[in-house]
């Protein structure tokens, strides 16, 4: 837990456009800056940052906030790891409250195993500028056409032939041998003996999404009986299920391009990087997982497979495939020249030629089986096998449309009847659920048989990117009150401190100067008075986290300030759209008017009251007819409604009579 004073002093440190100005590159404009907008692929700026406000908004794409939640989006992390990166800019030091003895020691242990990581990889680079790593390591990095600066941004390096030279440099340097250990670093034979576990290999760092080493893939340069690569083994710091090379470097570019491309190997990855195109990973060393594909799906929903043509290359293919479609993403695919790669075909082309080939030649999963396997069509026995794994590709997709249009296009492309293919989807579909069930319930006895079954270790949070759901848009529950509730909110925002100058005739007129309410006071009286609260619960949390400063007598900037730091990104996000952008309430003329703020408050206030109370009858009227089919007393039913459509009419001619909304 972060102290709130500590984070309080965070966000009176930091400026937008010094936290913004770390990762573009920011021109002045007026009172604001502008730049291209890292979060969307555009030409000309519309990207403003205003360090008076502390906000940033892009005009194209819509992507607004402060300086936490700039941070969240571009490095894609979680609002706890924008606090720490923040205090680490600015050097305030996080004490952390409420840590057990035993929270302390694991996450001391696991600083330790990321220092013993990082000290490896600087070992091992290191020794790329002498000795064996200069003549074998690095001439073989050249031999590949990698560039010093792309060895240095990828942090390859080489691990020596002695038995020990890592062991003895960390614990020359004073790390613990069961750190080495632990990080999978070093083994330990039967006898007692400590040796490195990388030894005469060119070195591959994996990161985590945050750009962490927490394992090494590492290759052989000798051919004959030795395995060409040896890996990490799962650590506490690395699951290699779960991540993908070159994920830290490529993540930015993968949200902005909306496009991930997939390789097979690190050094097709670093090759194409090189090359220009920066939205490239690969899996780690295994056939790619569920997981990995989850981590792409953070950044983008669209996959690019160019695995090798060979039929390895086009088995793997095959099942990356069926998992993309799986999750509910696009992915196409591409086919290299005879016998090439991307590493081969980047060190052969330019960028430009790269583009264009790929632009020219990526297909949809239809056109690349049919592609790879259309040799099979003139034997019958290998023909219906084709179909087969075409339909079960299909099988994948959780929509019913996107299933049918592909149906179609393999129909036509197989030519055979859409019936046929759809008689095998439904059956594969069928079997996948029988499985899944049963899947479910295996997992369900083994959580009832674990009695202190852990869902997810908790530090895992250091190395994956924030919860699927703080990534996707708050569900709307209730769409009926929705604008109202929100026009509620945006008073609160803008003007929750503002007075409300009743004139003496007006029917909400106190009758003294002092007992003059403002917005907030009088919005709400107006819910409370008759207990209604918001019925959209990210509104409802809004609001109050709104009267939870406005009690504590924040100023209204400091309220709003607050609500855009809030942890509940939902609400922070909310804030800002409702405080930066010229909000369109649905009473509509107030934009055009030309009368004092104070004036269309006193008009425009009550009005959104009321319609937020038309807009509840309307709902209860709703609800009501949806019960009628089944109430026993149907009588009675029919009665409240007549009663709340009387009510409806009055309230619907008190706000006609004004034609405001
Ligand atoms: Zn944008």
Redesign the pocket.
Known sequence: MIPQETIDLIMDTVRIDDVVGDFVSLKRRGASFVAC?P??N?KTP??YVTPSKGIYK?F????AGNAVSFVMEHEHCSYVEAIRYLADKYHIEIVEEQESAEQIVQRQRHESLMLVMDFAQKFYSGNLSSGEGRSVGHAYYRSRGLEDATIAEYGLGWAPSSRTALHDAAIAAGFKEEYLLEAGLCLQYDDGTVVDRFRERVTFPIHSVNGKTIAFSCRTLKTGDIAKYVNSPDTPLYDKSRCLYGIALAKSEIARQERCYLAEGNVDVVTLHQTGVRNVVASCGTALTVQQVRLIKKFTENVTVMYDGDAAGIHAAQKAINLILGEGMNVSLLLFPDGDDPDSYCRKHTLEELQAFISGHEMDFVSYLYEVGKDRLHDPVKRSGLINEVADAIACIPDAVRRSVFVDTAAAKLGISSEALFERIIRTRARAAEEQRKAEIREQRYRDNIPDYIPQQQDSADFYPAPEQQLQAPAIENKTLQQAEKDLLYFLVTHGRDTLDFESDSEYYSGSEEDKTDVAQFIRDALESDGSVMANSLYRNAYDEYFRHYDALCSQDEIVRKMMSCPDRAVADLTAELSIEKYRLTVRNFASSMTATSSWLVAFVPKSIIYYNERRIQYAIDTLRSKLGDASDQTAVMQKIVKLQAAHRRIKEKLGRDKTI
């Not at 194209?60 to 992507?63: L, P, R």
């Open positions: 907008c979060f969307h555009e519309s990207f892009c194209g794409c819509g992507k």
